[in-house]
């Protein structure tokens, strides 16, 4: 197996998983050899782009710099011009960040990092994040530590490409609590009602995300099952600061919108090169929609932002996926006949799962979902525990 950097068959140096992520990747990028390629894996909402920034951010702070530092996201369309524009290449560290929001990657994975060793090769270091269960299983090694193959190559290449992994972990009980103390220094009413939240929904010590709308799960101060139910009420609570701030916008209406929009860039993507959309287009969206975005409030706590370039987009991408899935639910068409993301299967399967625990028909025809990994789930239960419409969904 080979280094895509050609570098010399690594030592297996190993790191401990309570350890420091800006430590570890500080020696990872100034190791002599072993690290060349690095891969951060992590879930939807773990902070892969967040801890980016702020590496980023702190090497800009440093007065003595060994090496130069750049940061593209693999997400825009110009993402391997911005590449080729940096200048000495030798001396730079390159992090490239969400490959799996990559169209071409999301097409296939092997020819588009293939497509990017070739554009990175004089780089010093390489770091590139990604979403856990964007590869396929059986590129994994569990055999060696710190090591995910990526391969073949081309045809008649038997050659795989090798990244040394790091696993971004979700927070521990002690982070969770250090984060509550500092998000509610004096409010004691409200840090233990958080606590309590905390408590009922493990989801939120994993996803930071989540954890960041705290207020918004607080307020809402209801039982919480699944992981949709926690966007449903992050949704509904941006929702309700818009309408107070626009005035004149019904929020029933940036509702609709907000997932018309979210299917409108996930059937586009290809198109558009990413799941953002230029102001001008989307402006022309509001308008044949009725939405008033001349006006439009997009504040720091919105789930809509703008790029640097004044592209629109959902502040997470799984925000966009929860929209996706709920737009399909009340009959989309266009949902159907499309890949979902992993993200987009959960939010379904546990809606599905919502109905049936609560004895009610699923009003929606789940068939023509992109559903296929709920299907083989399905068929590994006992008969005798199958209800009559996971049945029939079996069938179908």
Request: hydrophobic share 40%; net charge positive.
């Amino acid at each position: 197996m080979l280094d895509p950097a050609g570098a010399e068959e690594p030592r297996n140096l190993a790191f401990n998983p309570k350890d420091n992520l800006f430590k570890v990747v500080n020696v990872a990028l100034h190791h002599p050899t072993e690290y060349r390629y690095l891969i951060l894996l992590a879930d939807s909402g773990m902070g892969k782009t967040s801890f980016l920034l702020n590496y980023y951010a702190r090497h800009l702070r440093q007065r003595r710099k060994k090496f130069d530092l750049a940061l593209v996201p693999l997400g825009i369309p110009d993402a391997d011009a911005r590449i080729k524009e940096i200048a000495n290449k030798n001396n730079t560290v390159l992090f490239l960040d969400a490959l799996d929001e990559d169209t071409l990657a999301i097409v296939d994975h092997v020819a588009r990092l293939r497509d990017i060793l070739a554009l990175t090769r004089d780089f010093s270091r390489v770091l590139i994040t990604c979403r856990t269960q964007f590869f396929p299983k059986e590129e994994e090694i569990p055999s060696e530590t710190g090591i995910v193959k990526i391969g073949p190559k081309a045809a008649g290449e038997k050659a795989q490409y090798v990244f040394h992994k790091l696993y971004l972990s979700p927070f521990t009980d002690e982070q969770v609590q250090a984060y509550l103390k500092r998000r509610y220094p004096f409010a004691q009413r409200r840090r233990r009602l958080a606590q309590d939240m905390v408590q009922k929904i493990p989801n939120l010590s994993v996803r930071p995300m989540l954890l960041s709308h705290i207020d918004d799960l607080v307020r809402a101060n209801r039982e919480i099952k699944y992981s949709f139910e926690l966007y449903e009420d992050m949704v509904e609570a941006w929702l309700v600061r818009e309408e107070g701030i626009v005035p004149g916008l019904k929020k029933e209406l940036l509702h609709q919108f907000s997932e018309r929009l979210a299917v409108d860039l996930y059937v586009n993507r290809k198109r558009r090169g990413a799941e953002r959309i230029p102001h001008a287009e989307l402006a022309g969206l509001a308008k044949l929609w009725n939405i008033p975005l001349a006006d439009w409030h997009v504040s720091g706590r919105s789930l809509l932002n703008r790029d640097a370039v004044g592209n629109f987009k959902f502040a997470h991408r799984s925000i966009m996926g929860y929209l996706f899935v709920k737009r399909f639910t009340a009959g989309e068409k266009d949902c159907c006949g499309l890949e979902w993301t992993d993200q987009m299967k959960k939010f379904l399967l546990e809606m599905i799962q919502d109905h049936l625990a609560s004895n009610k028909p699923v009003p929606f025809d789940a068939s023509v979902a992109d559903l296929s990994g709920f299907v083989r789930s399905l068929r590994s239960k006992a008969l005798a525990k199958l209800s009559g419409d996971e049945v029939n969904l079996m069938l179908k």
